[in-house]
């Protein structure tokens, strides 16, 4: 008999990783003790053949990309913005919200000028508009994005929106979708050949609950 290998999970922090863990406790790898971290960083069950632990969202593609995870569940906004070289292996189908286009209400593009274009996800934005053959400027931001019309920073931003309540609060309106997003099961291509049977069966199981969740 080949002996079990441990898969090591990165969880994203925060709600989304919550609602992750919830759904890997019903395919059956359980470690309760994940939801009350304490000082510990890791969470191990051996029985079940798993270890988790808590990253930044936007960095569980680099470690899963590099090996320290086997695998990990990353939105897929930050899968197209870092074009992470990784498995996607899986739409859980939760986390869902859109990349969007989004401006004052009386916004109209002046296709004469290069549109000024603020943004986390410069190249999302810079992809979505060569699409279209629009010449734009590129203001990366860290976050507020909303700001940035409200005071002649740019002309529109490429955000995500998720209830639309935070463009309403600031007089934006959603003016274009670029794509839906939802959150990713990946893993490191290496991992997926050597314990393949492993992350297989824990993809397989994931699937199950994301179709009965339907
Ligand atoms: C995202 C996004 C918007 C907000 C949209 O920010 O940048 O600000 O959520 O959500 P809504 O449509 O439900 O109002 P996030 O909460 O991820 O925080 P961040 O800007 O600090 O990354």
Aim: glycine share 8%; with cysteine.
């Amino acid at each position: 008999m080949t002996e079990k290998k441990m898969i090591n999970v990165a969880l994203p922090k925060g709600r989304l990783g919550e609602i992750v863990y919830g759904m890997m406790e019903q395919a059956g790898y359980e470690c309760p003790e994940v939801l009350n971290p304490k000082r510990k960083l890791t969470f191990e069950n051996e029985e079940r053949g798993v270890r988790y632990f808590w990253v930044k969202p936007s960095d569980v593609p680099i470690y899963v990309e590099r090996g320290a995870a086997d695998v990990g569940v990353a939105g897929k906004d930050i899968l197209l913005e870092y074009s992470p070289r990784v498995y996607e292996l899986l739409d859980l189908g939760i986390g869902k919200c859109r990349m969007c286009v989004a401006g004052p209400k009386t916004f109209r593009d002046d296709e004469s000028r290069t549109l000024k274009v603020a943004t986390k996800f410069p190249h999302i934005a810079r992809r979505y508009y060569e699409s279209k053959g629009r010449d734009i400027s590129i203001i990366k931001l860290n976050g507020s994005i909303e700001i940035a019309p409200i005071l002649g920073l740019s002309d529109v931003i490429v955000d995500i929106v998720e209830t639309g309540k935070t463009l309403k609060e600031n007089g934006l309106d959603a003016l274009e979708t670029i794509v839906p997003i939802s959150a990713r099961f990946i893993a490191n291509k290496a991992s997926f050949q050597f314990k393949h049977d492993e992350i297989s069966a824990m993809s397989q199981s994931l699937s199950a609950i994301c179709q009965t969740k339907e």
